[in-house]
């Protein structure tokens, strides 16, 4: 069983796996690429390989099987999770120290069947399956009350993170809200409190204004560069009326798709098939409607490292500044 | 001039370079590189590459030329460094954001003349040079009271952030305390404020107690594998007795040398030649000698990667139980 344990000092929450781990050396080396030929347990034919669906998208004009290799999209429990779906919290103290079990869900979407397929090729209807899946299965998730959080991210590329090759991301449900989460809702909260206003809102409202780091937007949705971007050519997408819950906004997912598509053929454009990240920031379970937080999506081109300064500091250095990867990306036709 | 931007939700800083930055397709290759042959920056001949040194350790005998080869330790300013020596800060709102200049000092501590030399390979009075001259360019720095913090951290290894082989450390004054101090600080003063006692110091005690995670001592300092570790086999370094700044043990240097030096050995041992970071925690300037506050190193090897899990949501996943870790590392016979 995982472990969830709490930093005595800061509010941070390492998830410890207690299975026996790798031996340190192995551990130190790069794991070998997939041979030539080798099966992608993802790749349609291939279900076996995987823990059965739990969720799947397949053409409606016939009836298929579950678990056959006629669908679109799938959802399925990675086979190595990070966290257990059995067994109860068993929240305790040692000591000074603070534990619990490290009980969660962990889950990924499959989100194409053709395995050299990535989100920036797909066509828009079919990324908008992929929000479809988030949703579907955060609902799921949802009945089960242990769950404080569901994080929804992607790793695309092994810079990024990602161990497949095949197109995928992940949900992992928590039986805490994340510190990250905490902070931002803090800090919309005081601000609120302060102007009585979101203050999401209100960057929209500015960046709309100064029109400096708007990247892309159509009706609904707007994507722009962080005042205060971490990384180069970083991208947030926000629904452009006050939606506290990514769930909540499922009437404009395609719209949703249409800029998210824009800003990953544009990053693709500039900066070919970069690594990256993207995850989306939305409400905990209990405070869905809440008028000072609003759901976003961050996308994070993965071309700088991270080192000492950073992990000791919180700090970031950027070397472009915002308003440039704007142009940039204004100007990247796709 | 680099720019200080607040991100306008959370206490977060970011450095933005606003010099005209790359353009992004090279941003997303690998640096070629160094040619076979080219030069070292800072090896010694070489010193007209760098700006002139702003402290060194040469051999006492007899008086040597300052900025000449004879030396057995040298701190530069960086050459491109993130932040500028020059000018005021001019604090300014625009709209709801928040920025100012990017005044600091940003300086490299090359740590031995040997090109091939490492801190794991020096011995214990070499790397006592390198915490006094920590020391020295602190106390320096500190007479301008535009710095609030002295960051000091090393990237070892190009996969760790270096962009130089040669063995070398930063120190980065700041105008503001990061973010990571001042939580630290701020769930320290907490946990003083209820029991009357440094956290810091009932952790040695209960590790001394529990004899789990203690991975090496002597009289003065103790290297433990935290509780919450995030990454396998992080080390953290404290001295035993309290002290809340680095600056404030000086005395104790050559014994910290001694843990450092047997806690590297150990990690190369088991882990082959480890990318990894350290970095110093501190008290910030106008804290020096609080009760609640406890300095320490942090050594973490690069081992795992981060991903969108970690970025969206500052939890660590980390495959290799602390207490593993420390059976690997008494064992590894140095």
């Not at 069947?113 to 990535?118: A, G, L, M, N, V």
Request: glycine share 6%.
């Amino acid at each position: 069983m995982p472990e969830l344990r709490k930093d005595p000092i800061i509010d941070r929450w390492v998830i410890i796996s207690t299975e026996r781990g790798q031996r340190p050396i192995f551990l130190a080396e790069e794991p070998p690429p997939p041979k030539p030929g080798a099966l992608c347990p993802l790749c349609p034919g291939n279900e076996a390989m995987t823990p059965p669906e739990v969720f799947a998208i397949r053409p409606s004009s016939i009836s298929y099987p579950e678990n056959g290799s006629n669908w679109t999209l799938r959802v399925v429990p990675n086979k190595f999770p990070a966290l257990r779906i059995e067994g109860e919290l068993d929240k305790e103290g040692v000591g000074l120290f603070d534990r619990m079990n490290g009980v969660g869900a962990h889950e990924v979407i499959v989100e194409t069947p053709i395995h050299s397929q990535t989100l920036a090729l797909m066509d828009v209807p079919s990324i908008q399956n992929v929000f479809r899946a988030y949703r579907e299965r955060t609902f799921d998730l949802l009945g089960d009350k242990r769950f404080k959080f569901i994080m929804i991210f992607k790793n695309q590329g092994s810079v990024a993170g990602a161990s497949l090759d095949h197109s995928h991301s992940q949900l992992i449900a928590l039986p805490i809200v994340p510190r990250r989460i905490h902070e931002e809702i803090s800090g919309a909260l005081q601000y609120y409190k302060y102007k009585d206003r979101c203050v999401f809102c209100d960057i929209i409202a500015q960046e709309s204004e100064d029109n400096l780091r708007v990247v892309y937007q159509n009706d609904t949705f707007v994507a722009i560069s962080p005042f205060a971007s971490r990384f180069p050519f970083e991208v947030w997408v926000l629904p452009k009326a006050h939606v506290a819950s990514f769930t909540k906004d499922g009437d404009n997912y395609l719209a949703l798709s249409e800029v998210v598509s824009v800003v990953l053929k544009k990053h693709n454009k500039l900066l070919g098939a970069v690594p990256y990240n993207y995850l989306i920031h939305t409400a905990p379970v209990d405070l869905m409607d809440i008028p000072y937080y609003h759901w976003h999506l961050e996308i994070i081109p993965r071309l700088t490292k991270t080192a000492g300064f950073e992990w000791g500091t919180g700090f970031y250095i950027n070397p472009t500044p915002p308003e440039e990867a704007t142009i940039y990306m204004r100007e990247a036709e796709v």
